[in-house]
Each structure stands twice: as C-alpha cells, then as structure tokens.
C-alpha cells in the first residue's frame, strides 16, 4: 500500500516509499516451512494422534510468528519526499518519526557479508537534534537509497536559496518599474503613482 498523499504537505512529492527488504520475513518463513514439513512428516511416519498433535502445535505457532511478521512489514513506511524523511511502524500501536532534510547532516549504511550477497542492508541517518542518529534495518540496495537522500538533500537546498534570492528587497529602481508597471495596468492611480515615486526617488 502506497503512503498516504493526504499526510503530504502542500507542494510535497514523494521521492520513495519503501517497505523492508523480503529478507526481513526470511526468518519466520524458515521456520514455517521447516514445521509443516515436520507436521506432514509425523503425519505419514507416525501412526499416532499423539504424536501429531504436538507437530501441528508447532506449525500452528510458526503460522501466528509469520504473520505478525508480516503484519509488521505491511505496516512499515520508509519515506523520501521533497521535504523530510518520514518512517512510520507499528501493527496496533503506531510509531513515527520524521526528519527534515534541511537538518540530515549524514546519511550512511552497513551491510554484513550475508547482507551483501542479499542487497540488504541498514541506514543510518545523522541529524541535528536531541536524538542525533537514527538507525533503519533491513532495507534493499542501501546505497542506492543514501545516495537518493543526499540528492533529494541537495535539490531542496537548491530550492530554498531560490526562494531566499526571490524575498530580497528590490532596490529602488526596481521599485519604480513595479510601480510603473501597476500605474500602467490601472492598480494605482496617477496621484498615488506620483507619491509613491516621489518617496522612492527620495530614497536614491
């Protein structure tokens, strides 16, 4: 399931929304595999009630740890946008975090041996704060994800030194043309042109 768009902030596009990697469900899925192949080997080896009971016990226990599993996967969110970081988990009780980009001041990953042969890995995400680092496991290529946040980093950074160039204050001639420009359109009138230029051109 896709995050949400409503949780976006106006202007605010998504980048990436991640869940974590299939290895993250490797674990329960081993052992529900390896208790019905149990169950089904009692089943036919064993001429017993007695002695199946306890094997599907097993794999009826395997199938609950699997699918809170997979109920925590589903519930995962890892999110780039435009804008910050967004990472939401919890099946009954919900817990989230959001880092926004202006305050990441690193962004790193670590994989093991096994990790690296299954292009997993976790991030870590330095920002500026009480909470300094945050940790994020089992996540797919975590390279390609660092560098699509330092990216994403960058282009907001972009943006934002062009909307610090636009709020600068015109200069006085600019002022003029401005002004000039809502005379002409008929915003102002000819007597409110002449005094609002005649404080300008005191100003030069």
């Not at 009971?53 to 589903?74: E, G, I, K, S």
Request: glycine share 4%; charged share 25%.
């Amino acid at each position: 399931m896709a995050f949400p768009k409503k949780y976006l902030n106006d202007a605010e596009e998504i980048i990436l929304d991640l869940r974590p990697h299939w290895f993250f469900l490797f674990g329960p899925a081993l052992a529900l595999i390896a208790s019905l192949a149990l169950a089904i080997w009692v089943s036919q080896a064993v001429d017993s009630d007695f002695a199946l009971f306890p094997a599907l016990a097993l794999a009826v226990v395997t199938l609950l740890l699997f699918l809170v599993r997979f109920a925590q996967w589903v519930t995962t969110d890892f999110v780039l946008t435009t804008d910050r970081l967004i990472y939401r988990k919890g099946i009954v009780s919900r817990q989230g975090k959001e880092i926004p980009l202006e305050r990441v001041n690193d962004v790193s990953f670590q994989q093991s041996l096994f990790q690296r042969m299954m292009h997993a890995g976790d991030l870590m995400v330095e920002s500026g704060g009480e909470r300094g680092q945050s940790h994020f496991g089992h996540f797919a290529n975590p390279q390609d994800i660092q560098n699509e946040i330092h990216r994403a980093i960058e282009a907001a950074a972009a943006r934002d030194a062009d909307r610090m160039a636009g709020r600068r204050e015109l200069s006085p001639l600019e002022q003029l043309e401005k002004l000039e420009e809502l005379r002409q359109r008929g915003v102002i009138s000819q007597a409110e042109f002449e005094v609002k230029k005649a404080t300008l051109l005191d100003r030069l």
